[in-house]
């Protein structure tokens, strides 16, 4: 939403004469990343497309599908459950499902069609999606997302924040006195 609030009644007004009968309003922090590395590489909106613009990102702070089962527990049925970040393939968003996601965005995906093909781009990468989801559920062996649960993700487990352990012999020592 803009701060401008006739804007933001303009676009929202735009929308249901289009048709539209839902608004999805996600949350994101107050101030935007300095996205260093995506103005390194040139990335930008309108978006550029450069070599630099597909890469992956570290992020340090804590990876969605870690704190997926926990959101979904806490909330119950009473709210559905969007993940919007850390999608990359469609065996993440089959995963997100088995996590406890009710629905995913796509992140930067759609931008990555765009860029790199206009509509015909971002239909490529839904049909890519598509494809993926497909393949890791029969891998899975499944047929519906509703037989989908967190059993069905196990690699993760690998991936998670562990607390860091020092061996004693390799411990920092205090200083000697004198």
């Given at each position: 939403m803009w701060i401008d609030r006739d804007r933001s009644t303009a676009l929202v007004d735009r929308a249901t004469k289009a048709g539209f009968d839902t608004l999805l309003v996600t949350v994101d922090v107050p101030v935007a990343g300095a996205r260093l590395r995506d103005k390194r590489n040139g990335f930008s909106m309108p978006p550029q497309l450069t070599l630099g613009t597909v890469t992956n990102k570290i992020d340090r702070a804590p990876i969605p599908f870690h704190l997926l089962p926990d959101v979904a527990r806490e909330v119950g049925k009473d709210l559905e459950v969007h993940l919007d970040t850390g999608i990359m393939s469609g065996a993440?968003?089959?995963?997100?499902?088995?996590?406890?996601?009710?629905?995913?965005?796509?992140?930067?995906?759609?931008?990555?069609?765009?860029?790199?093909?206009?509509?015909?781009?971002?239909?490529?990468?839904?049909?890519?999606?598509?494809?993926?989801?497909?393949?890791?559920?029969?891998?899975?062996?499944?047929?519906?997302?509703?037989?989908?649960?967190?059993?069905?993700?196990?690699?993760?487990?690998?991936?998670?924040?562990?607390?860091?352990?020092?061996?004693?012999?390799?411990?920092?020592?205090?200083?000697?006195?004198?």
């Amino acid at each position: 939403m803009w701060i401008d609030r006739d804007r933001s009644t303009a676009l929202v007004d735009r929308a249901t004469k289009a048709g539209f009968d839902t608004l999805l309003v996600t949350v994101d922090v107050p101030v935007a990343g300095a996205r260093l590395r995506d103005k390194r590489n040139g990335f930008s909106m309108p978006p550029q497309l450069t070599l630099g613009t597909v890469t992956n990102k570290i992020d340090r702070a804590p990876i969605p599908f870690h704190l997926l089962p926990d959101v979904a527990r806490e909330v119950g049925k009473d709210l559905e459950v969007h993940l919007d970040t850390g999608i990359m393939s469609g065996a993440d968003i089959v995963a997100a499902i088995a996590l406890g996601a009710d629905f995913t965005l796509v992140g930067r995906a759609y931008l990555y069609g765009l860029m790199a093909g206009g509509r015909e781009g971002v239909d490529r990468m839904i049909e890519i999606l598509s494809e993926q989801i497909t393949r890791t559920m029969r891998l899975l062996g499944v047929t519906s997302l509703a037989e989908l649960t967190p059993a069905h993700v196990t690699q993760l487990e690998r991936l998670a924040p562990r607390a860091l352990s020092i061996p004693a012999a390799t411990a920092p020592r205090p200083p000697a006195r004198r």
